[in-house]
């Protein structure tokens, strides 16, 4: 997995609460057996009309996010299908970190799966970035992981939690089967244990 | 010992491994597998020379792509999905996993096959990699979707690494008025608590509304506890709960049958067990209800009318205006004025036969109003059944599609998909942007609803026709 240290990119606005893992890539493209190449597609619905035509509005569209790394959404993003197609669709777009109030359980843990970096913030913080955002490329926004602070190109600087491990996997780029995998005797003894306790499994 | 709830009792016999931060690994009994989410998961096992840990455990069935029309028996004409099938065929066969083909008459949607075959069991942990493994819940067991990375490391580990989640109690308390069902119960709580209301959260659903169900309805229960943002809900199992297991393919038997029972009727949360957070709903006071939004916390009872943007607060005004657009609705109109186009009644939410029975009840001898309309049963097995009892000739009397077991219209990976503008009456759990469709317009509703529906060709109280 790519390891996420510190980033300091273009963000895009996004200014919609329940952005559902649908919305962020539709079911058309989860007939791929890769997971790769879904970046032209995210947000399919919301970025190309009926011909698939782009439609200008729509923000990743706009010259100035064309290269965006961050996206800055409202609460509960990543909320339905636990398709993972929706991470890899943000990774493959060039998207690293997600910054939003609050987000669906799933699409979190998924994130983390590959290298993407979700920061929940208080809503009054994130409206602040969300400004930065609008401001296109004459607002940087920084992001470092292991300090735990997204900054502004104004100097504001807000700290944001994040899981001890989660963030130590990330930093390092580790694979966590791996990891588990050097846990095989814990497993191992536990699965002789249930076999005595719960033979019928 | 300090009182548990059900959640806590069911992580605590599971824990492999914890660390000291809390980081656990969480041992997996069942891993149920389709052909969407997973071959990207068996391409990493290759990659990194893996096997699957425990093939026994680990039971797969295609659901999502597969077309429903008695033509899929000559193959699968779209290229993608077949593509997609084929490598399941190739994943089961290759890792020795429990296999259910396309055409056998077995197949069916993935969290109503697990139930059906008796691999879900009260107590178990149980992960697919699809939200709506919540389904699986209904039996006492701790299920949840996971992603695909996740999907890689059952398979290759048999365990989760997982943090534990907050305990959630939601009560329904009282009985059900006549006409209200299963989907009304789960509807009603995610608008009482918002769709992201559980995040964080492990449900469990009580109270004598919820005993009072049939298994089949609780399954439709906790189905829907993601859409409510938690990952997991569940119910206390109970005889119930017993009786359906009892004698399935892949149930225990024997002393094995005894020696599970004993431990199964400890799985309850304990009287003053630790709850962080309380939901109580009166029975009495669920309506049938729909949706008139694209989020699934966008509900109301039938007779309500069409909201104002303007009533909501923060970003709820400006996503209420957009899903109004989107639905082509204005506010203030009522709800029962609405004309519906398509009728869709099937999903891991409603595709079991007590769904396809609620909706015969309505649809006896009685002819549909849209263009069109579809059942989709949720296997092969209760295809049998509702041609057996007799459902299937209502249905098609009354100008329905019967189809063959699948995801279907709810998601609309294969061919059943809505038009730009269609609008449905759908049993299936998500009104999304595009979920049916680009542009397709999804109310959600109870199986007995979709049936008035089809029938009135308009949004309908269900109860005028009883």
């Given at each position: 997995?790519?390891?996420?240290?510190?980033?300091?990119?273009?963000?895009?606005?996004?200014?919609?609460?329940?952005?559902?893992?649908?919305?962020?890539?539709?079911?058309?493209?989860?007939?791929?057996?890769?997971?790769?190449?879904?970046?032209?597609?995210?947000?399919?619905?919301?970025?190309?009309?009926?011909?698939?035509?782009?439609?200008?509005?729509?923000?990743?569209?706009?010259?100035?996010?064309?290269?965006?790394?961050?996206?800055?959404?409202?609460?509960?993003?990543?909320?339905?299908?636990?398709?993972?197609?929706?991470?890899?669709?943000?990774?493959?777009?060039?998207?690293?970190?997600?910054?939003?109030?609050?987000?669906?359980?799933?699409?979190?843990?998924?994130?983390?799966?590959?290298?993407?970096?979700?920061?929940?913030?208080?809503?009054?913080?994130?409206?602040?970035?969300?400004?930065?955002?609008?401001?296109?490329?004459?607002?940087?926004?920084?992001?470092?992981?292991?300090?735990?602070?997204?900054?502004?190109?104004?100097?504001?600087?807000?700290?944001?939690?994040?899981?001890?491990?989660?963030?130590?996997?990330?930093?390092?780029?580790?694979?966590?089967?791996?990891?588990?995998?050097?846990?095989?005797?814990?497993?191992?003894?536990?699965?002789?244990?249930?076999?005595?306790?719960?033979?019928?499994? | 010992?300090?009182?548990?709830?059900?959640?806590?009792?069911?992580?605590?016999?599971?824990?492999?491994?914890?660390?000291?931060?809390?980081?656990?690994?969480?041992?997996?009994?069942?891993?149920?597998?389709?052909?969407?989410?997973?071959?990207?998961?068996?391409?990493?096992?290759?990659?990194?020379?893996?096997?699957?840990?425990?093939?026994?455990?680990?039971?797969?069935?295609?659901?999502?792509?597969?077309?429903?029309?008695?033509?899929?028996?000559?193959?699968?004409?779209?290229?993608?999905?077949?593509?997609?099938?084929?490598?399941?065929?190739?994943?089961?066969?290759?890792?020795?996993?429990?296999?259910?083909?396309?055409?056998?008459?077995?197949?069916?949607i993935?969290h109503i096959?697990?139930?059906?075959?008796?691999?879900?069991?009260?107590?178990?942990?149980?992960?697919?990699?699809?939200?709506h493994?919540a389904t699986?819940g209904a039996?006492?067991?701790?299920?949840?979707?996971?992603?695909?990375?996740?999907?890689?490391?059952?398979?290759?580990?048999?365990?989760?690494?997982?943090?534990?989640?907050?305990?959630?109690?939601v009560?329904i308390?009282?009985?059900l008025a006549p006409g209200v069902t299963a989907k009304d119960i789960t509807l009603s709580v995610i608008g009482a608590t918002?769709?992201?209301?559980?995040?964080?959260?492990?449900?469990?659903y009580?109270?004598?509304a919820i005993?009072d169900l049939s298994m089949e309805g609780r399954m439709t229960v906790c189905n829907m506890a993601i859409e409510g943002?938690?990952?997991?809900g569940?119910i206390?199992?109970?005889?119930?709960?017993?009786?359906?297991?009892?004698?399935?393919?892949?149930?225990?038997?024997?002393?094995?049958?005894?020696?599970?029972?004993?431990?199964?009727?400890?799985?309850?949360?304990?009287?003053?067990?630790?709850?962080?957070?309380?939901?109580?709903l009166?029975g009495?006071d669920i309506a049938p209800v729909v949706t008139w939004?694209?989020?699934p916390e966008d509900v109301l009872p039938i007779?309500?009318?069409?909201?104002?943007?303007?009533?909501?607060?923060?970003?709820?005004?400006?996503?209420?205006?957009?899903?109004?657009?989107?639905?082509?609705?204005?506010?203030?109109?009522?709800l029962?004025?609405?004309?519906?186009?398509?009728v869709f009644i099937g999903s891991c939410t409603n595709g079991r036969i007590e769904d396809l029975r609620a909706a015969a009840e309505i649809?006896?001898?009685?002819?549909?109003?849209?263009?069109?309309?579809?059942i989709v049963?949720g296997?092969?097995?209760?295809?049998?059944?509702?041609?057996?009892?007799?459902?299937?000739?209502?249905?098609?009397?009354?100008?329905?599609?019967?189809?063959?077991?699948?995801?279907?219209?709810c998601?609309?990976?294969?061919?059943?998909?809505?038009?730009?503008?269609?609008?449905c009456a759908a049993t299936s759990n998500r009104n999304?942007?595009?979920?049916?469709?680009?542009?397709?317009?999804t109310h959600l509703m109870s199986p007995a609803m979709a049936a008035a529906a089809a029938?009135?060709?308009?949004l309908t109280d269900v109860r005028?026709?009883m």
């Open positions: 997995m790519e390891k996420f240290e510190k980033l300091s990119g273009i963000a895009a606005p996004l200014p919609l609460i329940n952005v559902d893992t649908d919305m962020i890539i539709p079911k058309q493209f989860l007939k791929t057996i890769k997971r790769s190449g879904l970046g032209v597609n995210l947000f399919d619905e919301m970025r190309y009309d009926d011909d698939g035509n782009e439609i200008p509005d729509f923000v990743l569209n706009k010259p100035q996010y064309r290269d965006a790394q961050i996206l800055v959404a409202g609460d509960n993003f990543g909320c339905g299908s636990s398709r993972e197609h929706a991470p890899w669709a943000i990774k493959d777009f060039g998207i690293r970190c997600v910054i939003a109030p609050s987000y669906a359980d799933i699409f979190y843990n998924n994130c983390f799966k590959n290298g993407i970096l979700p920061i929940a913030l208080p809503q009054d913080q994130v409206d602040v970035l969300m400004k930065e955002a609008e401001k296109g490329a004459n607002a940087r926004i920084e992001v470092d992981l292991e300090a735990q602070t997204v900054s502004t190109s104004d100097g504001e600087v807000f700290p944001f939690e994040v899981d001890a491990f989660k963030k130590h996997c990330l930093l390092e780029g580790l694979d966590d089967i791996g990891l588990t995998l050097a846990k095989a005797d814990a497993i191992d003894s536990f699965e002789a244990r249930a076999a005595q306790a719960r033979p019928w499994v | 010992m300090s009182p548990k709830t059900l959640y806590d009792k069911i992580w605590d016999a599971h824990l492999a491994h914890e660390a000291e931060d809390g980081t656990s690994l969480l041992y997996i009994d069942r891993h149920l597998v389709h052909e969407v989410t997973s071959p990207q998961a068996f391409e990493g096992l290759r990659m990194a020379n893996r096997t699957v840990r425990a093939p026994d455990k680990t039971i797969a069935v295609p659901d999502h792509n597969v077309p429903t029309t008695p033509d899929r028996v000559n193959g699968i004409e779209n290229p993608e999905s077949r593509i997609q099938v084929e490598a399941l065929d190739k994943n089961a066969e290759d890792f020795g996993i429990h296999y259910y083909p396309v055409n056998d008459v077995r197949q069916g993935v096959v697990g139930p059906e075959q008796g691999w879900t069991l009260p107590g178990m942990t149980v992960v697919c990699g699809d939200s493994t699986h039996f006492g067991a701790l299920a949840h979707g996971i992603g695909t990375s996740e999907v890689e490391h059952v398979l290759a580990t048999q365990t989760l690494i997982q943090r534990k989640g907050k305990n959630m109690k009560e308390t009282g009985k918002g769709t992201a209301g559980g995040t964080g959260y492990v449900i469990e009580c109270g004598e005993r943002g938690a990952r997991a569940l206390a199992p109970d005889e119930k709960t017993f009786a359906y297991v009892q004698g399935r393919p892949h149930a225990p038997k024997g002393a094995q049958w005894e020696a599970a029972l004993t431990w199964w009727k400890t799985l309850y949360s304990d009287d003053d067990a630790h709850w962080d957070k309380v939901v109580t009166k009495e939004g694209t989020s007779n309500a009318e069409v909201p104002d943007p303007s009533s909501f607060a923060g970003g709820k005004v400006d996503a209420a205006r957009r899903a109004l657009d989107y639905m082509g609705l204005r506010p203030g109109q009522k029962s004025d609405v004309e519906i186009d398509t649809l006896k001898g009685k002819k549909i109003a849209v263009k069109r309309a579809m049963p296997s092969g097995l209760v295809r049998a059944q509702a041609e057996e009892e007799g459902l299937a000739d209502i249905f098609k009397e009354a100008g329905f599609e019967w189809r063959l077991a699948g995801c279907s219209m998601l609309a990976m294969n061919p059943d998909q809505l038009s730009p503008g269609e609008r999304f942007e595009g979920r049916q469709g680009r542009g397709g317009r029938v009135t060709g308009r005028e026709m």
